[in-house]
């Protein structure tokens, strides 16, 4: 894949006016806008001014669009209305709209500001993934018509949360799959770095919604982040800060509109933290657990169902697995498939997951035991309990995650 110079001409289109000399050398920002932050018209707008100012600092800009406000969770809703186990691929033809939507509005909003502006697909963006659908990887990303249209000087829209699998079939990424896009496409466009733009101004140390009194973050690590969000902080996307990791981007998390805070995820976390001190706490309100004797079956049989388990421990044929129904949309055959090899096997889903992230926080035994009784105290039921060196997690009725984020966060954070 060879990069437009400036000065030369397009060799497939040799008729277009040549690259111009003003776009080659300026820096590559990527810049993602979150559902809120595109919620109706208005907010649109306010984000193509942003991007206008960015482009008028002399940066060359590819903006990644999530699906207005609450769109993705209407489609879902609206594909359950039809039937209650939608085929993936063509929920994935369904929900990849969402962003269709906004990436075309955006390049309207940024013509009505007098710039050259054109939004792609996923597919159109060269982004390859597995053919896993409703939570596809990206494996390659050959970003040949964005590296072109920004070598003419345009602010180049992408639908976030999708791609194209080797199979030529339109896949999406899994829920809040827009910032694995974005640093995706930040590591194959060597942008400076990633910008991640929400409705909050950055990471807490707990959801600010569940814990008023949580404290802003300058900085976080990559390996931090990773577990917090591979447990429930969805500020951001897993598999984007694996991306990030991978490939040395810094995430800058920042908020859209009214704050100029912001939180750098990069290698190099803050010094150490005081050991028995947590740097967040993450929760998943609802996850479910499968109990089987029949354990080698049934991991084959959630192999073949593409679903990606949180938690697992096997000993002798008994498995003990924990998953999150986020990208599941069809669980109800999968659940199905499971009773035919085990019609003993149980499964749950009354149950939800509180995690507290931070150096050697896991290797503890008087901490743990101290979580545990602070609370059976406050009057919770604390669970199963599985650590690393660098987490631990605690099962709770669903009913009892939010009071013990709260405590578990007054308590080591
Ligand atoms: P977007 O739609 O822009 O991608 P999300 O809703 O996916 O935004 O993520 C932002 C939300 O993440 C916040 O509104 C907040 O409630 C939630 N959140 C969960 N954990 C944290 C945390 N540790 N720090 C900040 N926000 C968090
Ligand atoms: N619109 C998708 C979702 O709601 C992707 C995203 O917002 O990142 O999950
Ligand atoms: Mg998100």
Known sequence: MTKPTAGSTDPLSPWLPPYPESASDKPIIVQKYGGSSV???ERLKQVAQRVSDTVKQGHRVVVVVSAMGKTTDQLIALAK????????????????????ISMALLAMALSELQHDAI?????QSGILTNDRHS?????????????DELARDRVVIVAGFQGMSYKREVTTLGRGGSDTTAVALAAALQASHCEIYSDVDGVYSADPRVVPEAKHLAEVSYREMQELADHGAKVLNAQAVEWAQRAGIVIQARKTHGSTRQTLVQADGPPERERGRATAVAAAAQVVDVATRRGPEVLRVLGEAGVQLRHLGLHDQQLAATLTLDDLPDFARTQAALRAV?????????????????????SDPQLLARLLHELAQAGLHPGR????????????????V??????VHGLLC
């Open 81 to 100: 209305s039809v039937t209650q186990t939608p085929p993936r691929r063509e929920l994935d033809m369904l929900i990849s709209s969402g962003e269709r």
């Open 39 to 41: 919620a109706d018209p």
């Open 119 to 123: 939004s792609f697909t996923g597919s």
């Open 402 to 407: 939010q009071p013990a984020t709260r405590l």
């Open 385 to 400: 309990v599985t650590t690393s060196p660098l987490r631990i997690s605690i099962w709770l009725p669903t009913t009892e």
């Open 342 to 362: 085990d019609p003993a096997l149980e499964l749950r889903d009354d149950q939800g997951m509180v995690t507290a992230v931070g150096p050697g926080l896991g």
């Open 135 to 147: 939570g596809a990887r990206i494996i390659e990303i050959r970003p040949v018509r964005i590296q």
